[in-house]
């Protein structure tokens, strides 16, 4: 019982710290967003080189490092309420925290909204979702062995 209680605290503390770190990438003003997020030119630069044309591999690294963003959205909240986050409820909270932060990127100078960042937001909690069942999954098997 201790145990669980002192791994939901870690969980917490993580879940905090995601947040801000979220918070930190998705609110900073376009300017200096790019230095943060400035990968996604360098990786569709990159993907040109092979003969990918830039724009479309520009939207395609910047649709999956949205995925990739909200995975531990879906893994932490998945792992912290279990019985209360699981397939369609999750997949509302992430759509609408990503809703939520699009509609307040309006209000950031430079930053741009998209329909697109919500669904790979929400993809990427989903797959969170699976990635903490599974691991829980393992754990609990390993253990009763």
Do not use: H
């Amino acid at each position: 019982m201790l145990a669980r209680q002192y791994a939901t605290r870690w969980l917490k503390a993580l879940f905090i710290a995601y947040m801000v770190a979220l918070a930190f990438v998705v609110f900073l003003p376009a300017r200096e967003a790019s230095t943060v997020t400035g990968f996604v030119g360098v990786i569709a630069g990159w993907l040109s080189v092979l003969g990918l044309p830039q724009d479309a591999a520009g939207i395609a690294v910047e649709f999956i490092a949205n995925i990739v963003l909200f995975v531990p959205f879906g893994a932490l909240v998945r792992l912290l309420k279990p019985s209360l986050w699981n397939g369609w409820p999750l997949a509302l909270l992430a759509a609408a925290s990503s809703g939520t932060i699009e509609v307040v990127q309006l209000l950031i100078p430079g930053r741009v909204t998209a329909l697109s960042d919500v669904v790979a937001n929400t993809l990427g909690a989903l797959a969170g979702l699976v990635i903490a069942k599974k691991s829980a999954s393992l754990l609990t098997s390993a253990q009763s062995e």
